[in-house]
């Protein structure tokens, strides 16, 4: 009896540990499948810009550039005669009207040799008078028979010599007049004053400069094109720019292209009529896109294209959940000022797939639209 006892204790010890073993790994399955609906029900949740649909659309395929701006209109008020600047009555900013009177050169040397110019008219306009006369008189003479013919010929020389030194003096008269005309400094254009480059005081050669002066109704971006690149400009194509210090952009459009290359660089000048603004100024720098082509085709923004694998990819969402589908890639634009790209297969036109914004994201991954993305996606 002592002997069965001793075999019946260890076997209801293992029995009892298989049971408990059994009923743990029962209570675990039941706790799975319980949340497994659980974790079926947890969906990520989509803000109307996770989202977008493909759509068919006209991209405009661009160009960017950037340069200085500068003032169609401008002028450099430049001396032309050699005096001392006695007055100089504009500095940087003031605006000018185009006729006004901004300066004064100092004139008294120019007064001196208008005088001196005009004496030397008067004589010349007396010997002018005295061989007229004489020529006259030397005619009645000759019709007498006083003097010969050849002395006749003698008088209408000197006439003809006094004659021409009397027009010289009066065209040397003219000239002093007009250097006295020009010791008076006037705007050839009206703007705004850009650089005050003498003071008075100072004397100034001939073709000094005194004062430059711009016209900033009309501004346009003088930007330096590579030579691959400038056969894709016309005139009239628009453009954006964005110009330091303006918070919003400015349109723009090709309005001349220069025929010959830059030496050295060989790039080719591209000018860009700005629209006006009262915030341009000359010099600022801008840089934008010139549309120079269009293409058309079914496309996504460009942050929805993901490219962590070896082809690029889109997920799109059909049925609650994200689907991988592989696309092909076409010509990159912009629309509405964002970047988007043309897929030329693996995508339908209508399917919703995720942005850029929705972050990483994985094949399968369950999704729920919530908003105005939920309505965009029924649809």
């Known amino acids: 009896m002592k002997r069965h006892l001793k075999w019946i204790v260890p076997l209801l010890v293992v029995l009892a540990l298989v049971v408990g073993v059994l009923r743990a790994l029962d209570k675990r399955r039941n706790e799975q499948a319980a949340a497994a609906p659980a974790r079926e029900t947890l969906a990520l949740d989509l803000a109307p810009g996770d989202v977008v649909t493909a759509k068919r659309a006209t991209l405009a395929r661009t ?18 005669v050699a ?3 006695r007055t100089l009555t504009v500095r940087e900013g003031d605006r000018v009207k185009a006729g006004q009177v901004i300066g004064q050169l100092d004139t008294v040397e120019l007064d001196w040799r208008l005088r001196q110019a005009e004496q030397t008219a008067a004589s010349a306009r007396a010997q002018f008078g005295i061989a007229r006369r004489t020529l006259e008189n030397n005619r009645a003479l ?4 006083f003097i010969s013919p050849t002395g006749l010929e003698t008088s209408v020389d000197n006439e003809a010599a006094a004659r021409a030194n009397h027009e010289a003096a009066v065209a040397a008269v003219e000239l002093a007049r007009k250097a006295r005309a020009d010791g008076t400094l ?9 650089q005050r480059l003498a003071q008075p005081g100072e004397r100034v050669p001939v073709d000094g400069r005194i004062v430059e002066i711009v016209d900033l109704a009309r501004v346009e971006l003088e930007a330096a094109v590579a030579p691959e690149d400038v056969v894709q400009f016309a005139l009239g194509q628009r453009a954006t720019l964005q110009v330091d210090g303006l918070p919003e952009p400015l349109a723009a459009r090709v309005a001349r292209i220069n025929p010959s290359a830059q030496t050295g660089s060989r790039s080719v000048l591209v000018y860009l009529a700005v629209d006006p603004n009262p915030a341009l100024r000359q010099g600022l720098f801008a840089r934008g896109r010139v549309a120079v082509a269009e293409v058309q085709g079914i496309a996504v923004p460009l942050a929805a294209v993901r490219t962590d694998l070896s082809q690029p990819y889109v997920l799109q969402v059909s049925n609650g959940k994200t689907t991988l589908k592989t696309v092909k890639l076409g010509a990159r634009g912009e629309l509405a000022g964002q970047a988007w790209v043309i ?7 209508g399917a919703t797939v995720l942005t ?4 990483a994201v994985r094949d399968g991954t369950p999704v729920r639209l919530v908003g105005p993305a939920a309505a965009s996606a029924a649809r």
């Open 343 to 349: 897929v030329s297969d693996g995508l339908a036109e």
């Open 186 to 194: 006037v705007a050839p254009i009206a703007g705004l004053v850009s």
């Open 356 to 359: 850029g914004s929705a972050g």
């Open 142 to 145: 000759v019709a007498q028979g």
């Open 83 to 85: 005096a001392e600047l």
């Open 63 to 80: 160009l960017e550039v950037s340069g200085g701006l500068k003032a169609v209109n401008s002028a450099v008020v430049k001396a032309k």
